[in-house]
């Protein structure tokens, strides 16, 4: 009975094989894709031959065998054209069959949305010279390359596409290659257009600004980093100068300022009115005011980022362009697909036309020597001034990618100031010589490195070198000044970023900073020779960790940064800085951000006399000694709530800083306590408010800030007073507009007036019991100056001058109301000990021009 029952299975199975073998051999036959060693199998059954191979190099690949192919050999040809693979015949009963070590292989490059053909992709084999691009339809072929290589695809717009060549082949034919088209992580962004187009902002309270997609501001016709930074609510120059930007009331030389990773001493030219560094090469611009990354130390007021293009190019992209200042031109030049080449220069046209915008900004800068007596009546000496003045800045950057997972880039940038000046008083025939000469020159280098999916790096190393000299020679050349500030620094800085997760990142790393500072002061009559050096050196490991959802309804931020500063034979100091930045989206379009660090800096820039450095480019750098003075520290809370449609926006931020260890020698007084040096700190407490409106083409906004901020001095009477940036109200109101190609912008800025010190009444003015005579003032920064007003204007318009060169025009009127207003007052005594009053008036009604191409 079993063996029955067994037989009759056996019987059925065997017709099942036999129904399903033709079956088999139909389909395949029939051109459906097979696996090709089952296909191989099925050869050598029908044609009773054997194949040797191996069977890992088989593995996996299909072949869909035409149903007309029916000679052994036709089929084997076949075989040989689509999948590469050589066949030999050895005797009428075996073969072999082995891969081609060169192969040829064709794709065509698509769009992973709607199969749109890519044309123009560049399509490399790594590791190697050869590169092609697509074809109009999208598809490419290789001939004569490794079987073993690996394609990168490439193309703007599109994530970059690695595939092997095997994995091509493996599909047969041309299979399609389907690239995901790139996106920013928009999530991410709370504000598209913050104000103008190209200003963001983060959701980590960040001010993001993209220069390349830069619209227009009120006054401005080129996108002017340091200007268009003091757009922003909490960020203003007092004295309307780049080179001395108040964030939240503190003052310039509290503000890190970096390009490419390189702290930057000298940002500005014209001393102070313009801007140091080339807009059209900056690619990104990031300024923190309050929540700092644990990867930032220095600059207890703020940081801001400068990042010129770390892409490599396909093509030529550049510009030139001028201004009734200067001239520059700019490029980036693709070298070879993994080498490239970025440069900017330019050059002041100040030395050889005069233009209305120069002699604005000369009268600006030279006022000083401008003075009105006791009774604030102008002194009647008549004055000759012969200047000769220029300036230049140029950089370059060296960008080779090593390979898909390492990069190396190589910074320059160089930035000079040169000055001859002679006044001549003809009225009591004097005359007075002065030479200036302010230089900035940098080096840097960038690793970065892809490890893994997950895990980076990025090295930065870099070299500055500061120098300000200044020569005086005064009373027809009999008394001699000279005067060189100098500061020298390396640094090497260590980045990590591993990524835990998709929600969750941890930052580590190390910086060492070197930073030698040398103050000389020389005078020939009487005899005084000063030189005083100094070197800090600060190591900082820091650490931080960063957590976002996936909807980004909460992102948070937290790290500590620990320095250890010594300043050799003098003092070491060991601080720990932690720092904390959290946002929370708790309804639709409502966010809440609370931020706070601490930060500390070892330099400072001191005043000793309003006339040094011509009274132009009076600061200079120096080293906290620990004593006469200290480490400046900081510590610093805000909580803002913001409410964004993408087309309204309103923001509101509070904020309380404390800045400890500053001294009157760094914060420019101009009164009693002007020399000194007592230690002492300042509190900010302050709110920022913006509310702005924004269509297709137009954008509006209001800005508001109150800040009241206070000197803490124990050893001055009253210990406590206005600080000399309390500015109690900032209010701005501006707008843009475009129509078709043109671009408008109209602003106005109002703020309360700087605080200042006046002289005593009548004859308790001057104090001649005591040598030398001094003048009694009243309290400190007990008076004010009147408000400040003035409304800018500009307008731009683009167009095209061929279809690769495009072109845009713009004029701009700063102070369009030609007002007189008081930036800083201060006194001093004549040689016949009489009061003299010296008022800094800003520009006054001051147009430009400007044109540029761009190809």
């Not at 696996?35 to 593995?59: G, M, N, W």
């Not at 073969?95 to 749109?116: G, I, P, W």
């Not at 190019?313 to 693709?334: E, K, W």
Request: net charge negative.
């Amino acid at each position: 009975m079993l063996k029955r029952l067994l037989s009759s299975q056996l019987g059925l199975f065997l017709v099942f094989i036999l129904l399903l073998t033709p079956n088999l051999s139909a389909q395949v036959e029939s051109g459906t894709p097979t696996p090709l060693v089952a296909y191989i199998k099925t050869l050598e059954e029908k044609f009773d031959i054997k194949f040797s191979y191996i069977h890992e190099d088989l593995e996996g690949i299909t072949i869909a065998v035409p149903s007309n192919l029916v000679a052994l050999q036709d089929i084997l040809d076949f075989i040989g054209s689509e999948l590469q693979i050589k066949s030999q015949k050895l005797n009428d009963r075996y073969y072999t069959l082995t891969k081609n070590s060169l192969v040829r292989v064709c794709a065509q490059v698509l769009d992973n949305f709607a199969e749109n053909n890519i044309p123009g992709a560049t399509v490399e084999v790594f590791g190697t010279e050869i590169a092609q691009s697509t074809n109009p339809d999208g598809s490419f072929l290789l001939t004569d390359i490794p079987r073993n290589a690996t394609l990168k695809i490439r193309y703007l717009g599109f994530n970059t596409k690695y595939v092997t060549v095997e994995e091509l082949m493996k599909k047969g034919g041309c299979p399609k290659i389907l690239m995901a088209q790139h996106y920013e992580q928009l999530q991410e962004v709370v504000v598209y257009q913050f104000l103008t187009t190209g200003i963001i902002k983060e959701t980590d309270a960040s001010i993001t600004l993209n220069t390349a997609d830069f619209g227009i501001l009120p006054g401005l016709i080129e996108p002017d980093i340091l200007q268009t930074v003091q757009a922003l609510p909490g960020i203003k120059s007092i004295d309307e100068t780049v080179s001395d930007i108040n964030v939240r009331g503190g003052t310039n030389d509290q503000n890190l300022i970096l390009w490419n990773g390189i702290k930057m001493y000298q940002s500005g030219h014209f001393f102070g009115l313009i801007s140091a560094f080339n807009p059209y090469l900056t690619d990104k611009i990031t300024v923190f005011k309050n929540g700092t990354p644990s990867a930032f130390g220095d600059g207890v007021s703020s940081v801001i980022q400068m990042e010129t293009s770390n892409e490599l190019t396909d093509y030529f992209v550049g510009g030139a362009g001028f201004n009734f200042i200067s001239g520059d031109i700019y490029g980036q030049i693709p070298v070879t697909h993994k080498l490239g080449l970025q440069f900017s220069a330019r050059r002041s046209t100040t030395d050889f036309l005069n233009t209305p915008t120069y002699n604005k900004f000369f009268d600006r800068a030279f006022q000083d020597s401008e003075v009105t007596n006791e009774n604030n009546i102008a002194v009647a000496d008549e004055i000759l001034r012969n200047e000769n003045f220029f300036f230049y800045d140029f950089t370059g950057k060296l960008l080779y990618d090593i390979n898909d997972y390492h990069q190396l880039r190589l910074n320059f940038i160089g930035m000079a100031n040169n000055l001859d000046y002679t006044e001549t008083n003809l009225t009591d025939v004097e005359s007075t010589n002065s030479i200036l000469d302010q230089t900035n020159i940098s080096v840097g280098g960038q690793l970065h490195s892809d490890w893994t999916n997950n895990f980076s790096s990025n090295l930065n190393l870099y070299y500055t070198r500061y120098v300000l000299d200044a020569e005086s020679i005064f009373a027809n050349q009999i008394q001699l000044l000279l005067q060189r500030n100098e500061v020298l620094e390396t640094a090497l800085k260590l980045d990590t970023k591993y990524k835990l997760t998709d929600n969750f990142e941890w930052n580590n790393g190390y910086q060492y900073i070197e930073t030698g500072i040398a103050n000389t002061t020389i005078i020939n009559q009487p005899n005084f020779k000063s030189e005083i050096k100094g070197v800090v050196r600060i190591h900082a490991p820091y650490s931080g960790v960063g957590y976002k959802t996936d909807d980004l309804k909460f992102a948070g931020r937290a790290g500590v940064r620990l320095n250890y500063m010594e300043n050799l034979g003098t003092f070491t100091k060991f601080l720990v800085e932690p720092r904390l930045n959290l946002s929370y989206s708790f309804a639709p379009n409502f966010r809440l951000e609370v931020l706070g660090e601490f930060k500390s800096q070892s330099t400072n820039q001191v005043i000793d006399l309003e006339q040094n450095f011509l009274g132009i480019e009076k600061r200079r750098w120096i080293l906290s000694d620990d004593d006469t003075l200290p480490i400046t520290q900081s510590k610093q809370g805000s909580m803002g709530i913001n409410y964004d449609t993408n087309k309204f926006y309103i923001g509101l931020e509070g904020f309380y800083k404390k800045v400890d260890g500053i001294s009157t020698s760094t914060q420019g007084f101009q009164n009693q306590n002007q020399f000194g040096g007592e230690i002492g700190s300042y509190d900010v407490k302050g709110m920022e408010f913006l509310v702005n409106k924004k269509g297709n083409n137009y954008s509006t906004w209001l800005s508001y800030t109150y800040n009241k901020n206070d000197y803490t001095f124990e050893t001055i009477v009253p210990n406590s007073f206005p600080n000399n940036l309390d500015i109690r109200h900032t209010l701005t109101f501006a707008g843009t507009y475009t129509y078709n190609k043109l671009k408008l912008s109209l602003g106005v800025n109002y703020r309360s007036g700087k605080p200042f010190t006046e002289p005593q009444d009548g004859d308790l003015a001057v104090d001649t019991s005591v040598f030398p005579v001094q003048i009694n003032y009243k309290e400190p920064n007990s008076s004010r100056l009147d408000d400040y007003f003035r409304m800018d204007a500009s307008a731009i318009y683009k167009f095209n001058i061929s279809q690769r060169i495009k072109a845009n025009a713009g004029v701009s009127l700063l102070n369009m109301t030609n007002r007189k207003n008081s930036l800083n007052k201060y006194y001093r005594l004549t040689e016949e000990n009489q009061i003299e009053t010296v008022e800094n008036i800003s520009l006054g009604l001051t147009p430009n021009v400007s044109f540029r191409v761009n190809f």
